[in-house]
């Protein structure tokens, strides 16, 4: 299934997955590219891609004050590209 934007469905991650996702980020005080380097890891052990810049900014997103699980399935989505 794709939607306008030519992009696959991403599945949905578990609530606990998704939180140690942002618990890693906030906790491992790394620069940006570090950061993409973990969501990338995270993607890409999920069976999805992602590019380095788009990495960047869902990390930078993800680890924002009061970011829900919500918010981090949807950045996920948005950046997440079927490998």
Do not use: H, K, W
Not at 20 to 28: A, K, Y
Not at 31 to 44: E, H, K, M
């Amino acid at each position: 299934m794709t939607d306008t934007n030519d992009r696959t469905y991403v599945e949905r991650f578990t609530t606990t997955d998704l939180m140690m996702l942002r618990q890693e980020l906030l906790r491992s005080g790394v620069d940006s590219f570090q950061a993409a380097y973990i969501v990338t890891n995270f993607l890409s052990g999920r069976g999805y891609g992602v590019s380095s810049c788009e990495a960047r900014a869902a990390a930078s997103r993800i680890e924002g004050p009061r970011c829900s699980v919500e918010n981090i399935q949807a950045e996920l989505e948005r950046v997440a590209r079927v490998m």
